[in-house]
């Protein structure tokens, strides 16, 4: 069945390096896809979005790619600072339903100063 | 702004006991809702959604239920609670209407239910 699921579990950088969180998606329908951040205790926390018909989407400090031909997207955090300390999650979308969110396991991202 | 809230924050009840949590949504109309639990380092499971006053839709077949008594409330039930029942369960919500498949979910801060 469907999945999405992350390449590492775990991510530790230094403050200021920038971060990269990988995840890989099976569903090739899949159309629109989510970051999110998720704090120790905490709902998720909307970080970007992307359709499939972009390939790279930026925000304040985040961009997200999005390669469909490997079924693979990414977020890249720029100059990672400890209150990105969380776990991120990507979620993916479509394939025949416009409501199911179909999460990864997420990346604990551990941020030392 | 809209803003989305659960409540109570932590509960724990005891095996075969009954449970009710609640969720409301203000600063929008007619929104999609949705209920979703989470294990323990792990990622996020859909319960049940609901695009209208009382339109249930169950992702996964349990002893939990869902209900929407009204357009911004969102009540998740269960009759007799089972140990597997531990977890994080999270609301959110998302645009409705006609087009309101494919947006973005907005999560509220979450119930931490133990089971003993």
């Known amino acids: 069945g469907e999945s999405v699921g992350l390449h590492l579990p775990t991510l530790s950088v230094q403050e200021g390096d920038n971060s990269i969180i990988n995840c890989a998606y099976s569903?090739?329908?899949?159309?629109?896809f989510i970051w999110y951040k998720q704090e120790s205790g905490k709902g998720p926390q909307f970080i970007i979005d992307i359709r499939s018909n972009m390939d790279k989407r930026q925000g304040q400090r985040v961009t997200v790619l999005l390669n469909k031909t490997v079924k693979h997207l990414s977020l890249q955090i720029a100059a990672t600072q400890p209150g990105d300390s969380a776990v991120y999650f990507c979620a993916e979308m479509g394939g025949g339903s416009n409501y199911k969110l179909t999460f990864g396991k997420g990346t604990l991202l551990t941020v030392n100063p | 702004s809209q803003t989305i809230h659960q409540w109570p924050a932590t509960l724990v009840q005891p095996v075969g006991s009954p449970l009710s949590l609640e969720c409301t949504v203000e600063?929008?109309?007619?929104?999609?809702l949705y209920w979703y639990r989470q294990a323990a380092g792990r990622g996020l499971q859909l319960l049940f959604y609901?695009?209208?006053?009382?339109?249930i839709s169950s992702e996964v077949p349990q002893n939990l239920s869902a209900s929407r008594p009204q357009d911004r409330q969102f009540i998740l039930s269960s009759k007799k609670l089972l140990l597997s029942d531990s977890g994080f369960y999270l609301c959110a919500w998302s645009v409705g209407g006609p087009r309101g498949g494919g947006k973005t979910q907005y999560f509220g801060p979450g119930t931490r239910l133990l089971v003993l």
């Open positions: 569903n090739s329908a899949s159309d629109y």
């Open positions: 609901s695009v209208g006053i009382g339109q």
């Open positions: 600063g929008t109309s007619n929104p999609n």
